[in-house]
């Protein structure tokens, strides 16, 4: 194997052992393509929320642990009316959706956050100096 090859897998290797915590909740983003709509599902671990024949479960929602506003990954069982079966279960990525999409005709669904209890902090601006007049120069 070429040197290149192996410095390449060796500078990989710390996002593979990356450690994850799971949160509480997460929030998932539902795209109805007939209409067009947005829905935000802000949904707690092992609560389901339906929005038109879909019932989305959040089974867990998982970040870095060394940075909550990192990549969300939830673990998702959808459920569609009149379906025995599952549309979608498994595991989706924030930074991938198309990954792991689900298939569906009418809906697009995709992980926003997880909710990992990361507040990021104020940014404080700073005040403006007051203006100050222009001088006005006179030609001639």
């Not at 909740?25 to 007939?34: E, F």
């Not at 990361?118 to 404080?124: G, L």
Request: glycine share 8%.
């Amino acid at each position: 194997m070429k040197p290149w090859m192996m410095a390449m897998i060796f500078a990989a290797a710390p996002a593979f052992g990356q450690e994850m915590e799971s949160a509480p909740g997460g929030t998932l983003r539902l795209l109805d393509k007939v209409t067009g709509k947005l829905y935000d599902l802000a949904l707690s671990r092992g609560q389901a929320g339906t929005q038109g024949r879909l019932t989305v479960q959040l089974d867990d929602c998982r970040f870095p642990r060394d940075n909550p506003a990192g990549d969300a990954q939830a673990h998702l069982t959808v459920m569609e009316e009149g379906r025995a079966d599952p549309v979608f279960a498994g595991w989706m990525l924030a930074s991938s959706p198309a990954l792991s999409a689900m298939d569906h005709p009418r809906y697009d669904l995709w992980v926003l956050t997880c909710d990992s209890g990361f507040v990021a902090p104020e940014v404080q601006e700073e005040p403006e100096a007051p203006e100050e007049p222009i001088e006005e120069i006179n030609e001639g």
